[in-house]
């Protein structure tokens, strides 16, 4: 089945939306992000070989119109913690900015093979076949990679803050372990409770 912009639009606006706005202030800059993303979607789409992945591949786009927005110094972005919980409705989840803590470990704490196996199947959104062609591997030596990799990234986060989860797998809540400063950076304030 072919994907076109539009089944793109209806499935993924709403969820774009939510994402600019929790980094983005003024709400029309929001809808100009949005549009720019569409656009690079409409695009790129005929190049994009695993539908399946569709997601992933917008916020990766997503996070590249963001990059060039901030890039730009146009507009002004959330920084305060207050500004996107008062943006969000409860039903949120934190899922971005633990994400953001894992991009960070991914390029500065994983072994050289385990990141590129990790970037390759959660970043870009390959599948493990393609990744061990990609790579060279095994399909078994893949996906012991991956799995190492995901493991050691848990483990960072784990050693950081207490993360909890919905029965979705969905980030509810956080908070910091000690004196540790991992997820302060990203959105929690110092004396604040990062607990949905």
């Known amino acids: 089945m072919v994907l076109t912009s539009e089944q793109v639009w209806l499935e993924m606006r709403e969820k774009l ?15 100009d992000l949005v549009a720019e993303t569409f656009l690079r979607v ?29 890039r730009r110094g146009t507009g002004a972005e959330l920084d305060e913690p207050e500004l996107v919980a008062s943006r969000e409705p409860q039903k949120e989840n934190f899922n971005e900015e633990v994400n953001s803590w894992l991009l960070g470990y991914l390029a500065q704490e994983l072994p050289p093979d385990q990141r ?7 970043v870009q959104g390959l599948t493990h076949p393609a990744i061990a ?11 012991s990679r991956v799995q ?7 483990e960072l986060v784990g050693a950081c803050c207490h993360v909890e989860f919905d029965k979705h ?28």
């Open 17 to 31: 939306t939510g994402f600019f706005r929790r980094r983005v202030i003024d709400e029309h800059a929001v809808e």
């Open 42 to 70: 409409h695009e790129g789409l005929d190049s994009l070989r695993e539908e399946e992945r569709i997601e992933a591949w917008v916020f990766r786009v997503a996070r590249n119109v963001l990059a060039d927005h901030r």
């Open 116 to 122: 590129e196996a990790v970037e390759l199947a959660d």
């Open 133 to 143: 062609e990609r790579l060279g591997l095994s399909l078994s030596a893949t996906k």
């Open 148 to 154: 190492r990799g995901r493991a050691r990234l848990r």
């Open 169 to 196: 797998q969905n980030v509810v809540g956080y908070r910091r372990r000690g004196a540790s400063t991992c997820c302060v950076e990203t959105s929690c304030g110092e004396a604040q409770s990062c607990d949905a």
